[in-house]
């Protein structure tokens, strides 16, 4: 019987750890997608460049660009300079696996999204998004 309560015990811990430790990954996820979010919004592409990886592809429905290259889209978001925010996300979820996170949501002006992150050299970063075209 001890060793059966000891189990029960060591299991729940485990669990508990792993809901710690996923609450703390997309906690640092939030905050990594604000960031980068913050850092478009004020049309700093070097800023926003810092948070997408090198190999990185996005599918943006509204515009119809399946691949972008880098270094083009960050000179583009430094030359127009600063947006408007919009008024953030809705209906976010989080499908979390070790040092890879799968980030879901609505989006005003974009639709509903899902972003790819990676922790890759011990910091996160985006390596695939998917936008639908927004519905008017």
Not at 83 to 101: C, L, P, Y
Request: net charge neutral.
């Amino acid at each position: 019987m001890h060793f059966l309560v000891t189990t029960a015990i060591v299991v729940v811990m485990a669990l508990s750890a792993s809901a710690q430790d996923k609450a703390k990954i997309q906690q640092e996820v939030t905050d990594f997608d604000r960031a980068r979010g913050a850092a478009f919004v004020k049309g700093d592409g070097d800023a926003w460049g810092k948070h997408i990886a090198d190999d990185c592809l996005w599918t943006v429905m509204a515009t119809g660009v399946v691949n972008q290259n880098k270094a083009e889209f960050t000179a583009e978001i430094t030359k127009r300079g600063p947006i408007e925010a919009g008024s953030g996300i809705s209906d976010e979820k989080f499908h979390i696996e070790e040092n890879r996170v799968v980030q879901t949501g609505q989006s005003d002006g974009i639709g509903r999204f899902a972003r790819v992150y990676a922790k890759r050299d011990g910091r996160w970063q985006m390596i695939a998004l998917y936008t639908e075209k927004a519905i008017n």
